[in-house]
């Protein structure tokens, strides 16, 4: 059964910082995996999707990596903004019709 | 870029009443749709995937009876969920995926439901 866990819980950093998310599933067979952002009491938007056949993915300020020997994926953000403060979730897909496993999330809160 | 919309955004209603809540993607076909909730401050739960024409699956632990889907056509599916209470009180995100092959799921924003 695939489970994915992401570390930390919480972060909290001035702005400016540059950032690394943590992301790791358990079964390393996975087609692709999804970093998401989530506003509060809004939809998800998906940042990136890493191929299983690729090592990284970037968009702007983002930057996502993917070691699928390992079971673990990063999400690096740099130079944080206050408005880069939201919930972080990756998700890979399992089982049938490749439904997305999520992790519980990282919640960012970047401050002036 | 693929969008999906949800209907509605926000409801309140009684207990014991029946809420219906559509997922549209907008731009795309999506043969598959998924539905999950999300409790505060906790991740996303998958509660059924629909295929278009035929019955949802559910997951574990969710009442189908409870949670009816219907997936009418390639860019619209339903949930309802019928006699609702307290409990049921939640947010109800529904996805898409692109029949592409990329695989990618984008989200719908969203259905806060309030049962009174």
């Known amino acids: 059964k695939q489970e994915v866990t992401q570390i930390p819980a919480a972060l909290s950093v001035p702005e400016g910082e540059n950032l690394v998310l943590n992301c790791s599933f358990t079964d390393s067979a996975i087609y692709n995996l999804q970093w998401f952002r989530q506003d509060p009491g809004k939809g998800l938007t998906s940042l990136l999707l890493i191929q299983s056949s690729q090592r990284e993915q970037t968009s702007g300020r983002l930057n996502a990596s993917l070691d699928k020997s390992s079971g673990r994926s990063t999400l690096y953000i740099a130079a944080s903004q206050p408005g880069d403060s939201a919930t972080y979730l990756c998700a890979v897909p399992s089982g049938g019709y490749n439904k997305l496993i999520f992790g519980a999330g990282t919640r960012l809160a970047v401050h002036p | 870029g693929a969008v999906v919309s949800q209907h509605p955004s926000r409801v309140i209603c009684k207990s014991g009443t029946s809420v219906k809540i559509e997922c549209r993607s907008l731009d795309f076909q999506a043969t598959t749709m998924f539905w999950y909730r999300q409790f505060p401050k906790q991740s996303l739960m998958l509660m059924a995937t629909?295929?278009?024409?035929?019955?949802?699956?559910?997951e574990q632990g969710v009442e189908k009876d409870k949670f009816l889907i219907n997936h009418a056509s390639l860019t619209l599916s339903t949930l309802t969920v019928t006699s609702a209470h307290p409990e049921d009180s939640s947010f109800y995100i529904c996805?898409?995926?692109?029949?592409?092959?990329?695989?990618?799921?984008?989200f719908g924003p969203g259905t806060r439901l309030t049962v009174l």
């Open positions: 996805s898409a995926r692109t029949l592409a092959g990329v695989n990618e799921q984008f």
């Open positions: 629909s295929n278009e024409g035929s019955k949802a699956t559910y």
